[in-house]
Each structure stands twice: as C-alpha cells, then as structure tokens.
C-alpha cells in the first residue's frame, strides 16, 4: 500500500507563472488536507477536501490560491502568478475518515516550491 | 483560536541520554487531540505520539513518553536511551475533536544527538 504521494517534490517557478502541486492519497482515504511550511516555520493548515468537495478552506489565501479534489485523479493545490513569499514547502495529508484523532493523518513527503 | 508553543528552538542531547522537549497549547476545547511529529532531512512527517485529552493516562511509544498536564495545558515529549535516528525537528500539534487532521503546529524544535 503506497503512501501519500506528491509531486513533484521540487518545483521551480518564476514570478508570474502558475504551480500546480498534485497529491494522491492512500488507498482507501477520501480525506485530503494540504498544509504549507515556510522555512523555520511550523506547517500551517491551508484546506481541508474531500472527493469533490471543499470542506474547510479557512487556511487558504483569498487570492491566487485554489484546490481541487476530484473523483477521479489526484489532489491538486494550484497557485496562479506565484511571488516570493510562496516559496515553502507543501504538504498533503490524507486520513480515511474525517480525522477524529483515532484516524492518523499520513503525510507525504512534500513539494518544495521555489519561486526565482 | 488554538496555538502551541514550542520555546526550545534547538535542544541537544548525548546518546543513550533523556531530553524532554516542551510544549504549551492554549484552546477553549475540553475534547481534543495532541501529537508529536517528527521530521527528519528527508522532510517526511513521522507520528511519534499521539494523547487523547479525555485520557488521563499518559500515551507511550517505545522509548517516546509524554507528560500531559490537561489544567497547565502542557504536553511534552520525552524520549528515553536517546540514538542517532532521534536527531530530526520536532513538532507539536494539537487537533480539535472531529476534526483532528486540521491540525495546528508548534514551530518546532530541532533535536540534535551527540556521541
């Protein structure tokens, strides 16, 4: 049973252009969340998603910043006209229920985004 | 709204030693979860530990242990016979009840391990 995959895991842009984060889940979990990790920092939740439903995006940027979690295909995190400060680290997490805490979250191994 | 907090931004210890990391939450909830996360180069996120608050009992892993002090809202890690595996960022994090994988991190506190 594969884990948490996400890719890419290191992805440059330049300012301006679009980053498409993808993540697919366990088998078996329907329950998506993405967190970002700015260096030396701490990984702040951004949203929560399920198949096809956004469920909690209070974490998520009012602009520029998007998630998708279609019924078939990965997790996508998209990010358009990318700046600087969007450079972190990106983490999915995907649990088989809604966490309640006796669910663990798994982690995949994150992308680094790099603006330039 | 939640926080944690992590006042050890670096913590060393000698092999086979015990450190004890720290972690205060604040949090209007009397249901919750608590967890530390490990995160080695790799970046991976390892659970290490995980408290239920309605327990009393303090969870154990192995060489990992944690003092959970509900009213002080304190709950820190220890980790017993210290290896060279251990040396990684720590992370607390606290997760409400029903919606424990929202999670809120601490900033973290990098354990190193020293012959």
């Known amino acids: 049973n594969a884990g948490v995959m996400q890719n890419p895991r290191h992805l440059v842009r330049r300012r301006g252009q679009e980053a498409r984060l993808r993540c697919s889940p366990m088998k078996g979990h329907s329950h998506v969340y993405w967190y970002r990790q700015l260096p030396e920092e701490g990984l702040k939740f951004m949203v929560y998603l399920q198949k096809e439903n956004i469920i909690d995006e209070s974490g998520m940027p009012k602009e520029r910043f998007s998630a998708e979690f279609p019924k078939e295909g990965p997790s996508i995190l998209r990010i358009q006209q990318v700046v600087r400060g969007d450079s972190a680290a990106y983490f999915c997490?995907?649990?088989?229920?809604?966490?309640?805490?006796?669910?663990?979250?798994?982690f995949g191994q994150g992308t680094r985004l790099t603006v330039v | 709204a939640q926080t944690v907090t992590q006042s050890q931004p670096e913590m060393s210890v000698q092999e086979a030693e015990t450190v004890t990391l720290s972690c205060t939450y604040d949090t209007s909830e009397s249901d919750y979860y608590l967890f530390w996360y490990k995160q080695p180069p790799s970046r991976q996120m390892i659970l290490v530990i995980r408290q239920e608050a309605y327990k009393q009992q303090n969870a154990t892993e192995n060489r990992f242990s944690v003092n959970f002090q509900k009213a002080a809202k304190s709950f820190s890690l220890k980790i017993s016979d210290s290896q060279l595996g251990d040396a990684a960022m720590y992370f607390c994090a606290y997760g409400a009840f029903g919606t424990a994988s929202k999670l809120t991190f601490g900033t973290g506190t990098r354990l190193q391990v020293t012959l």
């Open positions: 997490a995907s649990s088989p229920v809604a966490g309640n805490g006796n669910t663990e979250a798994f």
